[in-house]
Nanobody, 121 residues
Framework: QVQLGESGGGLVQPGGSLRLSCAAS????????MGWFRQTPGKQRELVAL???????IVADAVRDRFTISRDNAKNTVTLQMDGLKPEDTAVYYC???????????????WGQGTQVTVSS
C-alpha cells in the first residue's frame, strides 16, 4: 500500500510565498512521475507541475515564472515552491505519484488528500 502525505498549504496575501511538500511512503520500487495538480470548485483538476524520475520537469504556463518544483528520489518527496502568489492561484492542491510498487508491477497513480491554498488580502 502507498500513501502520499502533503503539508504546507494555508492562507497568504497576494505576492506572498508558500511551500508545499509531499512524501510518498509504503511499498515503492520506483516513482516515475511526481507532481501537483490543483482544483477549484466546478472546474477540472489541472496540472501545475511535474517531475520525472530522471530530472525532467513540466510547469504549467500560468505559473512557470513563479513556481518551482523539485524532487528528492532518495526520500520519495516532491516540493512545490510558490512565489508571487495571486488570488487566481487559490485552489486545493493535490500531490500525485505514478509509481511501481515492485519491479514486476504495472504503473499506478496515487493521490494525496489535498491541501488548501488561499491567496487573499
Amino acid at each position: 500500500q502507498v500513501q502520499l502525505g502533503e503539508s504546507g498549504g494555508g492562507l497568504v496575501q497576494p505576492g506572498g510565498s508558500l511551500r508545499l511538500s509531499c512524501a510518498a511512503s509504503g511499498t515503492i520500487f520506483r516513482i516515475n512521475t511526481m507532481g501537483w495538480f490543483r482544483q477549484t470548485p466546478g472546474k477540472q483538476r489541472e496540472l501545475v507541475a511535474l517531475t520525472t524520475h530522471y530530472g525532467g520537469s513540466i510547469v504549467a504556463d500560468a505559473v512557470r515564472d513563479r513556481f518551482t518544483i523539485s524532487r528528492d528520489n532518495a526520500k520519495n518527496t516532491v516540493t512545490l515552491q510558490m512565489d508571487g502568489l495571486k488570488p487566481e492561484d487559490t485552489a486545493v492542491y493535490y500531490c500525485y505519484a505514478d509509481l511501481l510498487s515492485r519491479p514486476s508491477s504495472t504503473e499506478s497513480r496515487y493521490w494525496g488528500q489535498g491541501t488548501q491554498v488561499t491567496v487573499s488580502s
